[in-house]
């Protein structure tokens, strides 16, 4: 049996919160009583009413002496907030987000900044926080949109089939997953594969707008329908959008993007690998060109 010396102090503030919402308001009775006996004369017997008058009149004498005497009442505790809870509205939470991001001098301590924040709820359900992968010196930097299953179990971006099938988009153009930066616009995977609210893509916004900064990329590629639309806005399709080159942003920092199809959608409907193919080979042109 556990006593209640080897509880922490939250832990017996749970415990205490849990008795007093199943209606216990008095640790011990005055004197000790007999349960079982009670329920025994609570059951209807022949003579019962004569019986229970002469208790009742017994009852109120011995009751009496007591009267004056009250039960000591435990104090209903507050509630233990719920792990990972996030206690901020979302715009105190951007505002976290950017006094956090700006507050990092360098990828390392920016990686560190998204690992320790808590002013998100896409936290509270993931098992990773997915931060940049790759090389960062390299100038080429690769984002898509929000960790899926397999990159939350794995706990690195572009994982499973997904990440299989960009290896092999990357190598058709010379590159590989070591010689480019990989990254999300989201660090941690939505229930469900959903795609985020906005609230939860403007508090996501000053990190990866920072990690653009820090790593300085002189070519980006950003895959997927949410990415490109979280940079350029509206409400256009990637098939409206891809093959485009535009500038986007983070801090002091602007780079050409080009938007092009996430593998998912390509395994999904692989007629559209012609269009990737295509980007691809216009993104390894503006690299060779530079």
């Not at 997927?224 to 485009?244: D, V």
Request: aromatic share 6%.
């Amino acid at each position: 049996m556990i006593s209640a010396q080897d509880l922490s102090a939250a832990e017996l503030a749970a415990l205490l919160h849990f008795h007093a919402d199943a209606g216990v308001e008095f640790l011990l009775e005055e004197e000790p009583v007999d349960r079982f006996a009670e329920f025994a004369a609570s059951r209807p017997q022949p003579g019962a009413a004569t019986t229970r008058a002469a208790a009742a009149t017994d009852d109120a004498a011995t009751a009496a002496p007591a009267a004056g005497r009250q039960r000591p009442v435990i104090a209903k505790p507050p509630a233990p907030p719920p792990a990972n809870a996030v206690a901020m509205p979302d715009e105190h939470a951007v505002t976290e987000a950017r006094f956090a991001a700006e507050s990092a001098g360098t990828l390392e301590e920016l990686q560190a900044a998204v690992a320790a924040f808590g002013g998100c709820n896409l936290k509270t359900s993931a098992r990773s926080t997915i931060f940049g992968s790759g090389d960062p010196q390299s100038g080429i930097m690769v984002i898509g949109p929000m960790p899926n299953g397999d990159d939350d179990r794995e706990g690195a971006v572009f994982a499973g089939r997904q990440g299989q099938l960009l290896d092999r988009m990357l190598g058709s153009i010379g590159l590989t997953r070591q010689t480019v930066y990989l990254s999300t616009v989201i660090p941690w995977r939505p229930p469900g594969d959903r795609s985020p609210s906005g609230p939860e893509a403007s508090i996501c916004r000053p990190f990866i707008e920072r990690q653009i900064e820090l790593a300085a990329p002189r070519h980006v590629l950003l895959l997927g329908n949410f990415t490109a639309r979280f940079f350029f806005g509206g409400s256009e399709t990637i098939h409206a959008l891809r093959g485009k080159w535009r500038e986007i942003g983070g801090g002091g920092h602007s780079a050409p993007a080009l938007p092009s199809l996430h593998p998912h959608e390509l395994l999904t409907a692989p007629g559209s690998k012609a269009l990737a193919w295509r980007d691809l080979q216009a993104f390894r042109a503006r690299i060779d060109a530079a």
